[in-house]
């Protein structure tokens, strides 16, 4: 096949100024080559396993191994979400069985348990200094802890509630609920301001512009611009630009200017951060095998060592896409061929960590495509993936009720 790449026909670029959340400031700007309607990729054959390597035999002794340094099983249902503190000293992951736990990822240690949820807890995170950690539940009960005593330090009820994220920059925590809605509060005063679209369900987030504003990601397909000081709405990216089925996915590039989405309409945009204007639209949907369904995109990320984006479909397929010319440079099949749910951009190399729907997390560098190393343990699906800020380790949810801790380095 040949992969494609969907351009609008100005150039990438925009300036705007906003006001910080904390404190004034200008955003940014991001200036990318010059881009041509219909780009069409470079043919790339997918990445598969060397001969051999999926024999019967391999494949059982791949089914019992186990490389994980820890594996906490204080969960009686699936691990949703986990998440590790900046230092990387701690881990806090949440289950189905409507539980949270903050635990050390060295010996599984528990610190506390974060009492109160009546529901599945989906979302967990602590904040940007690591004083705070947040669980929610579907429920939309939310509550923040003092990590050093494991005293509760604010709560709120909700509306069924999507997912939670923390401010970068400040102790501040954003959500987003299903009446599309979105929400945010200085922690621990409990101070709220709302962002009102009643389109469906506000299903993802992403901080822009050093912290200035966010993007917010909705059923429709549509994504909204926000200034988070202000609660004012900017620019929205709808309309026969804008996807065509629910928003899954989102992240910002590190200077916030570009924001890159992705959907169950198979396809990623890259979007201004500034002026919400579509600059390119990823096409992944003739990214898995022959006759195969159009498959979702559930995971996005930007490289920090190279100026690519990175897309993961429950195709198991990661592609690898040039920002300057808009074309795809390589494609990686995950050697089990499960759905890529979670991909996670190295800080420090051209390498990047994604985490698939057959229980494995695999490390792949961006400039060949290669599979570098992999990491087994869970018998059943990964759900959530979080690795430390040093890159030391890495912690896994699944579906098989246990988090697993990983080592990185050994």
């Given at each position: 096949?040949?992969?494609?790449?969907?351009?609008?026909?100005?150039e990438?670029g925009?300036d705007i100024?906003y006001?910080e959340?904390?404190?004034?400031?200008?955003?940014?700007e991001?200036?990318?080559q010059?881009?041509?309607?219909?780009?069409?990729?470079?043919?790339?054959?997918l990445q598969?396993?060397?001969?051999?390597?999926?024999?019967?035999?391999e494949?059982?002794?791949?089914?019992?191994?186990?490389?994980s340094?820890y594996?906490?099983?204080q969960h009686?249902?699936?691990?949703?979400?986990v998440?590790?503190?900046?230092?990387?000293?701690l881990?806090?992951?949440?289950?189905?069985?409507?539980r949270a736990?903050?635990?050390?990822?060295?010996?599984?240690?528990?610190?506390?348990e974060?009492?109160?949820?009546?529901d599945?807890v989906?979302?967990?995170?602590?904040s940007f200094?690591g004083?705070?950690?947040s669980?929610?539940?579907?429920?939309?009960t939310?509550?923040?802890?003092?990590v050093p005593?494991?005293?509760?330090?604010?709560?709120f009820?909700?509306?069924?509630?999507?997912?939670?994220?923390?401010?970068?920059q400040a102790?501040?925590?954003?959500?987003?609920?299903?009446?599309?809605?979105g929400?945010m509060?200085k922690?621990?005063s409990?101070d709220?301001?709302?962002f009102e679209?009643h389109?469906?369900?506000?299903?993802?987030v992403a901080?822009?512009s050093q912290?200035?504003c966010?993007?917010?990601?909705y059923?429709?397909?549509?994504?909204?611009?926000?200034d988070?000081?202000?609660?004012?709405?900017?620019p929205?990216?709808s309309?026969?630009?804008?996807h065509?089925?629910c928003?899954?996915?989102m992240v910002?590039?590190s200077?916030?200017n570009?924001?890159?989405?992705g959907?169950?309409?198979?396809?990623?945009?890259?979007?201004?951060?500034g002026?919400?204007?579509?600059?390119?639209?990823?096409?992944?949907?003739?990214?898995?095998a022959s006759?195969?369904?159009?498959?979702?995109?559930e995971?996005?990320?930007?490289?920090?060592?190279?100026?690519?984006?990175?897309t993961g479909?429950l195709?198991?397929?990661l592609g690898?896409?040039?920002?300057?010319?808009q074309?795809?440079?390589q494609q990686?099949?995950?050697?089990?061929?499960g759905?890529i749910?979670?991909?996670?951009s190295?800080?420090?190399?051209p390498?990047?960590?994604v985490?698939?729907?057959?229980g494995?997390?695999?490390?792949?560098?961006?400039?060949?495509g290669?599979?570098?190393?992999q990491?087994?343990?869970h018998?059943?699906?990964?759900?959530?993936?979080?690795v430390?800020?040093?890159?030391?380790?890495?912690?896994?949810?699944?579906?098989?009720?246990t988090?697993r801790v990983?080592?990185?380095?050994?």
């Amino acid at each position: 096949f040949v992969p494609t790449c969907r351009m609008e026909e100005d150039e990438i670029g925009g300036d705007i100024v906003y006001e910080e959340v904390l404190e004034d400031g200008e955003g940014g700007e991001d200036d990318l080559q010059d881009c041509s309607d219909n780009i069409t990729g470079d043919e790339n054959e997918l990445q598969m396993p060397e001969e051999g390597a999926e024999d019967g035999d391999e494949d059982e002794d791949r089914m019992m191994q186990d490389d994980s340094l820890y594996c906490f099983r204080q969960h009686t249902g699936a691990v949703f979400s986990v998440a590790m503190n900046p230092a990387g000293a701690l881990v806090c992951s949440g289950g189905e069985d409507d539980r949270a736990y903050v635990w050390k990822p060295e010996d599984g240690t528990i610190l506390f348990e974060c009492k109160g949820h009546k529901d599945s807890v989906t979302s967990t995170g602590f904040s940007f200094d690591g004083k705070y950690v947040s669980t929610a539940d579907m429920a939309g009960t939310i509550q923040v802890w003092d990590v050093p005593t494991g005293e509760l330090k604010w709560s709120f009820e909700c509306g069924d509630l999507e997912w939670t994220q923390w401010h970068p920059q400040a102790h501040v925590l954003l959500a987003g609920t299903a009446d599309g809605t979105g929400w945010m509060w200085k922690v621990p005063s409990g101070d709220c301001k709302t962002f009102e679209r009643h389109h469906g369900r506000n299903t993802c987030v992403a901080i822009l512009s050093q912290g200035r504003c966010a993007a917010f990601g909705y059923e429709d397909g549509a994504v909204q611009l926000w200034d988070l000081k202000e609660a004012r709405a900017i620019p929205e990216v709808s309309g026969y630009l804008a996807h065509t089925s629910c928003i899954t996915c989102m992240v910002g590039n590190s200077d916030g200017n570009l924001l890159l989405t992705g959907s169950e309409d198979a396809t990623a945009k890259l979007t201004s951060g500034g002026t919400g204007k579509v600059l390119a639209t990823f096409d992944t949907s003739q990214q898995g095998a022959s006759g195969e369904e159009q498959m979702s995109v559930e995971a996005v990320a930007f490289s920090t060592s190279l100026a690519v984006a990175l897309t993961g479909s429950l195709s198991g397929v990661l592609g690898v896409w040039d920002l300057s010319t808009q074309m795809l440079r390589q494609q990686c099949r995950t050697p089990e061929e499960g759905g890529i749910v979670c991909i996670q951009s190295s800080d420090s190399s051209p390498v990047v960590y994604v985490a698939d729907l057959c229980g494995v997390v695999s490390l792949y560098d961006v400039r060949s495509g290669s599979c570098e190393r992999q990491w087994f343990g869970h018998t059943e699906e990964v759900l959530d993936m979080a690795v430390s800020k040093n890159e030391t380790q890495l912690v896994t949810g699944s579906n098989d009720m246990t988090a697993r801790v990983y080592s990185i380095n050994r």
